[in-house]
């Protein structure tokens, strides 16, 4: 078992700032390992009005930032690299339900392997107990990866 970040923690260990930080507790990490934790859909967020009016949902490339700023958070909790930005180098996302206004996105994100700054990662989201999104994620710290790239 792990430990838990408040909305105002888990700054310390992800670089997105509202609008686009999309995790809202981090219930459980253990660095290196996972992060799990969930982001409230209430209906003022300020996507809803505009996607898509009259039938409001989350949009899909905002599911898959929420998956990896969990994984982003697997990954900076680890000694000495609390604060460090991160970059996507490739995610394969499947979307197997809408996320709606008032629901709960429970995400799980896990790390497969951590080398050379590169994280190899998986994610899924949930809501009300189904799967409504999954995406294996490459996801990177270019300050570390960049010392083992050709001069």
Known sequence: ??????????????????????????????????????????????????????????????????????????????EGLKGMVTHALQHTVRFRKEVLPGECLQIEAYVDSWRRGICKGHATGYTNSTIACEADMLITIPEILEQFLPK
Not at 21 to 40: F, H, R, S, W
Request: charged letters at 15%.
């Open 1 to 78: 078992m792990g430990f838990m970040l408040n909305a105002e923690a888990l700054k310390d260990y992800q670089p997105n700032r509202y609008p686009f930080l999309m995790i809202d507790c981090v219930t459980d990490v253990e660095p290196g390992k996972y992060a799990k934790g969930y982001k409230n859909l209430s209906n003022n967020e300020w996507y809803f009005p505009i996607h898509f009016p009259g039938r409001p949902n989350m949009p899909g490339a905002l599911q898959l930032e929420a998956m990896a700023q969990m994984l982003t958070v697997a990954i900076t909790t680890q």
